[in-house]
T-cell receptor
Framework: GQQLNQSPQSMFIQEGEDVSMNCTSS?????WLWYKQDPGEGPVLLIA?????ELTSNGRLTAQFGITRKDSFLNISASIPSDVGIYFC?????????????FGTGTRLTIIP | EPEVTQTPSHQVTQMGQEVILRCVPI?????FYWYRQILGQKVEFLVS????????KSEIFDDQFSVERPDGSNFTLKIRSTKLEDSAMYFC???????????????FGEGSRLTVL
């Protein structure tokens, strides 16, 4: 099936460091989404990207929709303890209907005090 | 703030038993979804539901699965005869407009963990 590959799979960083993660696909997306999942909870939308090349910020988070429409990255600046969690990219695959979100494999972020 | 609520938070069941997971979507939302996350893996789409019928389903959503909106507030997922591989976290989600998945404006519940023994 369709696959969204995220890298890295996991990150261990010091508090205050910047974080960068990305998501790639063999298929074109018209929308790229970044979700965060805290332990024991459901995913929460962080940033939505709707246009190739778009760069969008939400506080310390910045995400970009790749020009090829096959990739996206998420940056977190000056990480804090509450940034811990799993970050998923996601998107609705064209030809699979608007109602189905395909999620990436996830990047687990751990912050070392 | 309105939220999607799910019950139970954790259910343990024997293989072959029927399970019903319940969800109360956000009250003015019209589109409802179930997703599944096997431990340590990605979140996977199961089914979407609108206007009292399934609008889309994945290959995971076979004949053992069914969904229902029995009244104006609840949205349920039934697994008729559970298998070991059904053990997962099941997330309900809702959105207020068609293309909720398209815009990412899905609101997820906290999940129901199903353990099949």
């Amino acid at each position: 099936g369709q696959q969204l590959n995220q890298s890295p799979q996991s990150m261990f960083i010091q508090e205050g460091e910047d974080v960068s993660m990305n998501c790639t696909s063999s298929s074109i997306f018209n929308t790229w989404l970044w979700y965060k999942q805290d332990p024991g909870e459901g995913p929460v939308l962080l940033i939505a990207l709707y246009k190739a090349g778009e760069l969008t910020s939400n506080g310390r988070l910045t995400a970009q929709f790749g020009i090829t429409r096959k990739d996206s990255f998420l940056n977190i600046s000056a990480s804090i303890p509450s940034d811990v969690g799993i970050y998923f990219c996601a998107g609705p695959l064209p030809n699979f209907g608007n109602e189905k979100l395909t999620f990436g494999t996830g990047t687990r972020l751990t912050i070392i005090p | 703030e309105p939220e999607v609520t799910q019950t139970p938070s954790h259910q343990v069941t024997q293989m072959g038993q029927e399970v019903i997971l319940r969800c109360v979507p956000i009250s003015n939302h019209l589109y409802f979804y179930w997703y599944r996350q096997i431990l340590g893996q990605k979140v996977e789409f199961l089914v979407s539901f609108y206007n009292n019928e399934i609008s889309e389903k994945s290959e995971i959503f076979d004949d053992q699965f069914s969904v229902e909106r029995p009244d104006g507030s609840n949205f349920t997922l039934k697994i008729r005869s559970t298998k070991l591989e059904d053990s997962a976290m099941y997330f309900c989600a809702s959105s207020d407009a068609r293309g909720g998945a398209d815009t990412g404006e899905l609101f997820f519940g906290e999940g129901s963990r199903l353990t099949v023994l």
